[in-house]
C-alpha cells in the first residue's frame, strides 16, 4: 500500500493526533466484518488501549450504547460507539486538506467552508461515479473527487470510503484566489 503524502509542519501534522486516534477507534470499531478494519483493530486500536491511552478508553467507554443487532439465533447484544461528530470533522477536514493538496498541487484557501456528512442518505451517487478516483487501498480508503470552479468560487466535493462500507462526504466552497 502506498501513503499520500504531502508537505507539512511537525505542529501542523501532530495537531490533530488525538483525533486522530479517536478516529481510527471509531472507524474500526464500526466495521469489525472488513478484514482490513480487523487488522488495525488487533493490530493498532487495542494495543494502543493496553499501552495507557486512558483517556481515549474512557472516552470511548463513556460514548458507547447498548444495541441489539439481529442475528442467525435471533438478536444478539453488543455495544455501539456513538461519535463525536466536531473530533471526526477535524480529522476529515485535514484529510481532505491533504487530498486537495495532492491532486491540486496548492493550500485550500484558510477561508474554506466545509460540510460534513456521514452516510448520507442522499450521496449523489451518480455524481461521484463521475468524479476522479483516488485509491490508497481500496479495502482501507478510496475517494472520489470533484472540483469545479463557477463565478467567483470554487467548490468541491469529496466522497470518501472507508473499510469497503462508511461513507463520509465532505463539501467545499472557496472563493477563487486571484494571482497576484
Not at 499501552?51 to 442467525?72: F, T, Y
Not at 470533522?89 to 493550500?107: Q, W
Request: charged residues 25%; contains cysteine; glycine residues 4%.
Amino acid at each position: 500500500m502506498q501513503l499520500l503524502t504531502v508537505p507539512a509542519c511537525k505542529v501542523c501534522n501532530n495537531a490533530f493526533a488525538k483525533d486522530e486516534e479517536y478516529f481510527r477507534l471509531f472507524l474500526t470499531a464500526h466495521w469489525m466484518p472488513s478484514p482490513a478494519a480487523r487488522t488495525v483493530w488487533e493490530q493498532k486500536v487495542r494495543p494502543s488501549f493496553e499501552r495507557g491511552w486512558d483517556g481515549l478508553r474512557k472516552r470511548a467507554v463513556a460514548n458507547m450504547r447498548e444495541i441489539h443487532l439481529p442475528s442467525s439465533e435471533g438478536f444478539v447484544r453488543t455495544g455501539m460507539l456513538k461519535g463525536d461528530a466536531p473530533r471526526m470533522d477535524r480529522v476529515a477536514e485535514k484529510i481532505v486538506r491533504g487530498l486537495y493538496y495532492h491532486v491540486a498541487g496548492r493550500v485550500m484557501p484558510l477561508e474554506t467552508k466545509l460540510n460534513f456528512y456521514w452516510r448520507p442518505p442522499d450521496w449523489s451517487p451518480d455524481t461521484a461515479r463521475r468524479g476522479t478516483l483516488i485509491t490508497v487501498d481500496p479495502a482501507i480508503f478510496l475517494c472520489r473527487y470533484v472540483i469545479a470552479s463557477r463565478g467567483s468560487a470554487e467548490r468541491s466535493a469529496w466522497w470518501m470510503l472507508f473499510y469497503e462500507s462508511l461513507m463520509y462526504v465532505v463539501t467545499a466552497e472557496a472563493p477563487i484566489q486571484s494571482a497576484a
